[in-house]
């Protein structure tokens, strides 16, 4: 029998290329009141946005680590650098952006989507601040807003100070509060009533700076029958420090509305990806998630849909790889708080290497959320015998006018199929990849083309060198 090798560090391609670090302005390492003011007065923020960071501090300070799931020991907020302004302004032509970031983004694809018409709006953050932002004129004379969080606050003050914080709460959890403190960048979309935004905006974080923090805030508000889909994407390159992702998603869908909300995580293995997502949804509305969890050391992501209207719906499909040294945890949590209410979770994970993979999830019907129809699928893929998967549903049903269904897989690649497939000519290596993705295609599906390959390239990556 031929051994087996496993690869530690993975060659990403562009995702790992680096860019020196150069910056106009950034805080010191560490978090205090004199930082987080710091950062206010760098953005020239009204006083409300002040008081609610400092009072998220002061709930980050009093709250602990969550007593379940990863150990976030490694969470040093006294060797984190909270902002950093790079040496660029935000600019509506790619030819103003600084040219080494410009080619960042270049080989990420993003201006090359944005050219050939597949994205109508296209978002750029680098470290702390958004360096590109540009939109079509067409939704424009809609009355669709999309810029970046804080040219939404200068300049939808009252619209962002009515939804700000809303959703999400600097008390949800300590990281949600370490986000509300120093929160920078970030988008803002507003889609009016009976708008259809036909081709999906994007945004797109990149962190490049090691030992840093990114902290980016998106609001999207849609009002009733209007549509949007909407895709987020992220990386970093690898660095031997500690990184830190704790962004917000606060959406909220009006009646009628439909959001499809499409991400794909992609950052290195030093980064503790602790992200918040949680969506409002109004009568007859939908949210739509579609999520991919690559790269990351520890990731602890749980997008919320709190189903506040009658025949509102929540539709989540996910994915998430865990490999060598990776500990993601992940899945979805649904609220039922209005009759008539529907939802489905569809979640995969694969884990190889000794990779830990976890689906946590919860679905919770309130009294009140009578004739309620809620289905939960969790299938779970070890690609070796190191490697390990949990599934962890919490389920809270608090009336009996519920159809409730839950199912749960956890499983090896069959020898059988390998052995079938080799016996028709495909090398063992192709032939396990090909289960995988696979595995992987119903999720493949939901996402955008360019997402698609993306993810597809991503699960090439991970087995490369697993087996052989």
């Known amino acids: 029998m031929r051994k087996r090798t496993e690869i530690q560090e993975m060659d990403r391609g562009i995702y790992d290329e680096r860019n020196p670090f ?20 760098e953005k020239n923020e009204p006083e409300w946005l002040l008081e609610m960071r400092l009072k998220a501090l002061e709930i980050f300070n009093q709250k602990e680590n969550p007593n379940w799931g990863p150990d976030l020991s490694a969470v040093d907020m006294s060797k984190v650098i909270t902002y950093i302004h790079p040496d660029a302004d935000m600019a509506s032509d790619w030819q103003d952006v600084p040219e080494e970031i410009r080619n960042t983004f270049d080989k990420l694809g993003i201006p090359e989507a944005e050219k050939e018409a597949m994205l109508s709006g296209v978002g750029a953050q680098y470290d702390s601040e958004v360096v590109y932002h540009s939109m079509q004129k067409y939704l424009l004379d809609q009355g669709v807003v999309y810029t970046d969080f804080e040219s939404g606050v200068r300049e939808y003050e009252d619209i962002v100070r009515q939804y700000f914080s809303k959703c999400i709460t600097p008390n949800l959890h300590r990281y949600a509060a370490l986000h509300y403190a120093v929160f920078s960048g970030g988008s803002f979309v507003y889609v009016p009533e009976g708008v259809n935004v036909d081709v ?25 029958g209007s549509y949007c889909h909407f895709i987020e994407g992220c990386s970093a390159p690898k ?32 980064m ?59 899945g979805a949590q649904v609220i039922h708080a209005a009759p008539y209410t529907a939802s489905t979770i569809n979640s995969k994970s694969i884990s190889k290497g000794g990779g830990i993979g976890t689906y946590r ?31 962890i549903p919490a389920i809270d049903i608090q009336n009996d006018d519920v159809d409730f269904g839950h199912e749960a897989k956890i499983g090896r690649i069959s020898d059988a199929v390998i052995f079938y497939l080799m016996t028709r000519g495909i090398p063992e290596e192709e032939a396990r990849a090909t289960v995988v993705r696979g595995f992987a295609d119903p999720i493949a599906k939901e996402l955008p083309l360019e997402y698609a390959v993306e993810m597809n390239n991503l699960i090439a990556l991970e087995l490369e060198g697993s087996i052989g």
């Open 361 to 391: 999830g919860l679905v919770k019907v309130n009294k009140n959320a009578h004739h309620t129809k809620s289905t939960v699928s969790c299938e779970s893929l070890m690609l070796d015998n190191e490697s390990r998967q949990d599934t």
């Open 200 to 224: 999906p905006l994007q945004s797109y974080f990149r962190l490049n700076a090691p030992g840093a923090g990114q902290f980016e805030h998106t609001l999207i508000i849609l009002e009733k």
């Open 272 to 330: 503790y990806n602790l992200n918040t997502k949680r969506a409002m949804v109004e009568k007859n509305g939908t949210i739509q998630w579609v999520s991919g969890s690559f790269g990351s050391e520890v990731s602890m992501l749980y997008p919320t849909s709190v189903l506040l209207g009658e025949g509102a719906k929540n539709e989540y499909t996910g994915i998430s790889f865990a490999g060598k040294g990776q500990n993601i945890d992940t």
């Open 22 to 41: 150069t910056y106009r302005k950034k805080t010191e390492q560490g978090l205090s009141e004199e930082i987080v003011r710091e950062i206010s007065r």
């Open 239 to 270: 660095y031997n420090a500690l990184n830190l992702h704790a962004g917000a998603v606060e959406l909220f869908v009006g009646e009628g509305a439909t959001l499809r909300y499409s991400t794909i995580e992609n950052w290195s293995r030093n």
